[in-house]
Structure formats: C-alpha cells, structure tokens
C-alpha cells in the first residue's frame, strides 16, 4: 500500500505560478507509474501530467503543456507540479496518483488505471 498526500494548492492570479507537491509514504520502493489528474467543478477527472515507471520521462496534456512540470525527488519521495502561466480554465481540484499496473501507455492517460489517491488540493487561478 502507498498513501499519497498533496499539498501547495491555493488562491493565484492568472499568469500566476504554485507548486503542488506529492508526498508518498508506506512502501515506497514498488514500481510505481506516478501522475497528476485534476477534477473541475461538474467535469470528470482528467489527465494533467505523469512520470515514465523510471521517472525519467514525462509526459503532459495538451491543455498544459509547455506551462506544467512534472518531476520527483525520491530521496524525498515526493513529486512535484510546477504550474506556471496559470490560466482561469485550470481552476479544479488536483489529485496524485500511483499505479504499479503495467499496462498500455494509453491507459495511464486514464484514471481508473490507477490505484492509489491523494485527497486532492484545490487550485483556484483568478482572472
């Protein structure tokens, strides 16, 4: 069992920057694929960012690509959501996510493949 904690949401103006963190604790030393997925008020749950099982590829939604980063410190065991030029759109509340499935690429890109959750951060962008 993994429990995942986020943490770093808040209130941001657009064009504003936060930084979402992931802290990971149980046993940590399984093969996870990690990732972040973000809920809007009446919308489902989608894909934002995840890490490659060895955490040295990332890969991104469209909607954020070019603004987010995604990455991880294991001697911290904690990954990371560097959000920059937030925009209103990416108003939602922000989960991590873990699963030791493997499985196709595509369906990382879907919610239900995974696992573990964290009880969510809200992330609030200001026009």
């Known amino acids: 069992q993994v429990q995942l904690a986020e943490s770093g949401g808040g209130l941001v103006q657009a064009g504003g920057s936060l930084r979402l963190s992931c802290a990971a604790s149980?046993?940590?030393?399984?093969?996870?694929?990690m990732g972040w997925f973000r809920q809007a008020l009446g919308k489902e749950r989608e894909f934002v960012a995840r890490l490659s099982r060895s955490g040295s590829i990332t890969y991104y939604a469209d909607s954020v690509k070019g603004r987010f980063t995604i990455s991880r410190d294991n001697t911290k065991n904690t990954m990371y959501l560097q959000m920059n030029s937030l925009k209103p759109g990416d108003t939602a509340v922000y989960y991590c996510?873990?699963?030791?499935?493997?499985?196709?690429?595509?369906?990382?890109?879907?919610?239900?493949?995974?696992?573990?959750w964290g009880q969510g951060t809200q992330v609030t962008v200001s026009a």
């Open positions: 149980g046993r940590t030393n399984g093969n996870y694929v």
């Open positions: 996510a873990a699963t030791a499935v493997i499985t196709a690429a595509y369906n990382l890109l879907r919610p239900a493949t995974y696992d573990y």
